[in-house]
């Protein structure tokens, strides 16, 4: 939890800072460990919401390191991009990351001090590069990574959008078939007092449970829509929706092969930057898996074993077959993290592929049975008209 700190400084200033802190309590003693006078601590909601959506992290990234390259300090970088922001709550974000780098705390220690915006994996990266000099190549590393990583998540919602925009508006058509059109056929078909069709009768039935309690089932479709957007908004609740999906026969491969890439890309980034394989298997792992306790465990008991992470990974589910035999000619080879890559390269332009396919024959067959509904409601509707028509003959 984030609490917004104010202490007294060495020249009697009064300013303020967030701190990471399990409680209010705690952030004021971190403030004191570190030699503050300490006047308050106020939890606090973040800037804005969601990280991605507030603050383009890869952007960022990607200026400081052409800053870096253009011969700037970090600091003058960080008050250039500072200067430059247009947006107050990013501005903010960034006078806070100087404000800690002014005090003589490393890059690494303040970017983790904003989880929401600087993820676990860019930290790693930062510290590690902290300790061979190296940042510039770093930041242009991470970014490289988020570039590929998102660019295939947008991919995958390009090919989902237009069937799902299909879905929504035969939907919309078919509730409206029900609630505007059909009540009044069944007004005029009432007064003719001849029996309806069985199909006719429950059409009638449900558009009438729709009018007659309207109120209901906007607030169960409100409700509806509340809860998906809650779970889109709670990591954990998407994550674990995820774990679940793995199960499934054919969406399950998808995702599966969408977090090996995933996973593979961000272990070969952690190590080229020179993380040992350990503490990036820590960073790594998460991004494969929110199970990663167990995971992590099973796989460092193989790797202390004597166990290759070829063999490792196989053992706990994190490996296909072609991404086993890749990995265990990386690692006789000496190019583990060129391997990964590659992997990571592969899968990912299997799932792009198989996903775009799986879209070309949803959208026909999507059509096909919104076509079919819809003109099963008017077929039912005409039903009873054609009847009249045949009696009147």
């Known amino acids: 939890m984030r609490f917004r700190v104010r ?15 399990s409680d209010a309590a705690a952030a004021l003693d971190q403030m004191h460990a570190e030699g503050y006078v300490a006047l308050g601590a ?42 430059n922001e247009p947006t107050p709550a990013r501005r903010e974000l960034l006078a806070a990351l100087l404000r800690d ?18 993820p676990d994996l ?14 510039r190549a770093a930041l242009l590393r991470y970014g490289d990574y988020r570039s590929r990583s998102d660019g295939l998540r947008r991919r995958l919602i390009t090919a989902l959008l237009y069937p799902l925009l299909v879905l929504a508006v035969g939907l919309a058509v078919t509730g409206f078939l029900l609630l505007a059109v059909v009540p009044r ?13 069985w199909a006719t009768g429950l059409l009638f039935e449900a558009s009438g449970s729709l009018a007659a309690q309207p ?6 479709l409100a409700a509806a829509v509340a809860a998906i957007a809650l779970m889109a908004g709670d990591a954990s609740q998407r994550h674990a929706l995820a774990d679940r999906l793995v199960q499934l026969p054919l969406v399950g491969s ?53 166990h290759p992470l070829s063999l490792a990974l196989a053992e706990v589910g994190l490996a296909t077959p072609l991404s086993n035999r890749l990995l265990r000619a990386g690692e006789g080879s000496g190019q583990l993290a060129a391997m990964l890559t590659r992997v990571a390269d592969f899968h990912e332009d299997e799932v792009t592929r198989d996903v775009e396919r799986i879209a070309r024959v949803a959208e026909p067959l999507l059509m ?26």
């Open 42 to 83: 106020r939890a606090a909601r973040p800037v804005w919401p969601s990280g991605r959506a507030g603050f383009d992290t890869p952007l960022f990234t990607t200026q400081l390191a052409a800053l870096l390259g253009a011969g700037l300090g970090l600091v003058e970088s960080l008050e250039a991009l500072a200067d």
């Open 368 to 393: 096909l049975a919104l076509g079919l509904l819809i003109g099963g409601v008017v077929l039912l509707l005409y039903l009873p008209i054609f009847d009249l028509a045949g009696g009147l003959q």
């Open 254 to 306: 998808l995702l599966l092969r969408q977090k090996l890439a995933r996973f593979c890309r961000a272990l070969a980034l952690l190590l080229d930057g020179g993380i040992p394989l350990s503490p990036a298997l820590d960073v790594a792992l998460p991004l494969a898996s929110r199970a990663n306790d167990a995971t992590g465990e099973r796989l460092k008991r193989a790797l202390q074993a004597g």
């Open 122 to 135: 860019l930290c790693a990266c930062v510290r590690a590069a902290e300790r061979t000099g190296d940042l």
């Open 101 to 118: 780098l002014r005090g003589g705390e490393p890059l690494s220690a303040v970017l983790a001090r904003f989880p929401t915006e600087f």
């Open 215 to 220: 109120l209901l089932w906007l607030i169960t």
């Open 7 to 21: 202490y007294l400084t060495g020249d009697q200033r009064i300013e303020q800072r967030w701190v990471t802190a």
């Open 185 to 197: 056929f069944a007004s005029l078909i009432a007064d003719s007092g001849r029996e309806l069709p």
